[in-house]
């Protein structure tokens, strides 16, 4: 029952009200990037949401356009600016997707959403991840966020998707509260350092898969 109709309600429950509030920040929020980085303000991407199907997911921007002599994209943690490496360490860069939670393409809690190009990468036992909506937050926040293995993160998920409740999610949204400002965990993802999930790719090609997780990659 709570899977089925709970958990939507929860999600509107608070949502509504977050939104509201923070709302002026948000605005604030989204006239120092254009400030200090021009536009655009938010960061769009296309994500994986349940069952794969493909969904635009919002961030703060928090890096630059800076490009090398050929015209190529600089790597991640040349474009990311001290301003941006604040808002991803305070995790307010996360802000703009309780909108996708609003549209019903994320729940509060869930697995994140990660790039399109992962999904034919996963086990089978992985891809149970894609059976419930993507969340803003998930079980693996919990355990040092992207100072994990990307199996450790994906097994989490898989136990969430088993384990899912109203007392889990509770136990998920006040422990991500802690983690938040406390800021535990955030060293690589705040510092732009975005390896790859390659998993069965990886094997195929006889390489490690048991990289750490980054941001902008899907964290």
């Not at 939104?19 to 929020?29: E, F, S, T, V, Y």
């Not at 296309?46 to 790597?75: C, I, V």
């Not at 199996?151 to 384990?163: F, G, K, Q, T």
């Amino acid at each position: 029952m709570y899977r089925r109709y709970g958990k939507r309600a929860l999600d509107l429950i608070l949502i509504v009200p977050a939104l509201i509030l923070l709302a002026p920040a948000m605005a604030i929020l989204a006239l120092l990037i254009r400030l200090k980085m021009g536009s655009p303000v938010l960061f769009t991407q296309e994500r994986a949401g349940k069952d794969g199907t493909p969904f635009r997911l919002y961030k703060f921007r928090s890096m630059t356009n800076a490009r090398d002599a050929q015209g190529n994209l600089l790597p991640d943690e040349q474009r990311l600016t001290p301003f941006g490496r604040f808002l991803r360490s305070a995790s307010l860069d996360e802000l703009p997707q309780l909108f996708n939670v609003l549209r019903g393409e994320m729940s509060l809690v869930g697995p994140r959403p990660l790039l399109m190009t992962y999904i034919n990468r996963y086990t089978p036992e992985q891809r149970r991840r894609l059976d419930v909506l993507p969340g803003v937050t998930c079980q693996a926040v919990l355990h040092g966020r992207s100072n994990q293995t990307w199996d450790e993160i994906l097994a989490r998920d898989v136990w969430y998707v088993d384990h899912i409740s109203l007392w889990t999610d509770l136990r998920i949204l006040f422990g991500t509260m802690r983690v938040v400002l406390t800021r535990e965990g955030v060293e690589r993802s705040a510092n732009g350092q975005v390896p790859e999930f390659l998993g069965v790719l990886a094997q195929a090609q006889g390489n490690v898969s048991e990289t750490h997780v980054g941001q902008s990659q899907g964290w």
